[in-house]
């Protein structure tokens, strides 16, 4: 079926931005088919169906590279005794029950929840990071299920650790990347590993080797906090990111997420194997965990993406959270303009494509039908030359109206279309107290 997105301000991004006023995004199928002045589109593609954008951005969709969609269900929850007082007290105390507590319709519900908001925030892309060790052989089936009523695209894997049982997930991951193979550019798998202080060097191993197998990365909690760094000292009598290097974990289809308590030399190293990182700046900020030295990464070499970590999945919040926090962090007001919208809008870009095999994150002729349509009536001149400026002071705050995956519509005029919002959230709240009891019981 061929579509005439019209008149709205189309925004191609890509290697050459262009703004194009009063124009349109023609798709055809799960692809775009030209982009244009919207008359002469209306006049070359008379027999489309037409969606007016009059008043209104159009954006290629937005890409998350590090998510939990498993945590929704624990908002709002009281987590039992004295509050949490590090990194490693959150986990014992909430994450490591969460993910303990979730039963089968748990993890189905844990996944439509953000799955919604995704839609909702024009998120048509997610790399997500999932755990469920009491439901966990066919976790990933569920989610995948969910993913593909929702209609985005997303890469699961299982988060295996040695917490619970050793080795505990990979049978889980090579059943799904085995299945899910090379992909069909909405489902695609990835090596789920926790934390180098989690995991053994026999765990390692057997997961790099199975990673290998399926030709898939590995996608991995990286210190994060000092406590990842120090018992990497002194348990291996190395860092973190040269523990992983050694063991075979590196690479540019693996992602190291955070990326926090690490020196010049392990920077070195994720740029010399080209493997990426994920910056999750308002998790980072929520657990008090540190900051990510994302200049110097930059200045480096490496490939660093943006990611919720499970906070949300509006991915301008994370953007705009980026660009204050290393305005902050630097004591400089000349930085991060250029640098957070990169990590959202091309760095993602790339490192979806080596899950995914797609050149997501520009609207072209040929590209994937993938689109977030916002609201927005430029209040100053918008043009290539000061997007930016609109895109984190104006955008932002903007709504999503409209968005499109695969160049299906799956939400229109701020109605999700492609699931029950309001089904899925009353059940979850039926759910969810049970399973806030179960964990209190852990
Ligand atoms: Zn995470």
Redesign the pocket.
Known sequence: MTTRFENGIVVTLGEKNRVLWNASVVTDGERITAVGDAAEMKQRFSGAESVDCSGKIILPGFICT???FYSTMARGMSIPGEPASNFVEILERLWWKVDMALDEEDITLSAQLPLIDCIRNGTTTVID?HASPAMRDGSLDLIEKAVRQAGIRASLCYEVSDRNVAGGGIGENKRFSKKVGKGDGQIAAMMGMHASFTLSDATIEECVDIAREASVGCHI?VA?DAADREDSLSKYKMPTVERLEKSGVTGEKSIF??CIHIDEAEMDILAATRTSVVH?PE?NMNNAVGITPLLKLLQKGVLVGL?T??MGSDMLVQMRCAYLLHRLANHDPRVAFLEAPQLLLQNNAEIAKRQFGLDLGEIAEGRPADLAIIDYQPPTPLSEANFLGHLIFGLVDATVDTTVCKGKILMKGKQILSMDEARIAARSRELAPKMWKRLQEL
């Open positions: 590090h998510h939990h990071h909690h994060e997420v955070h999750n998790s990611g970590d499970g």
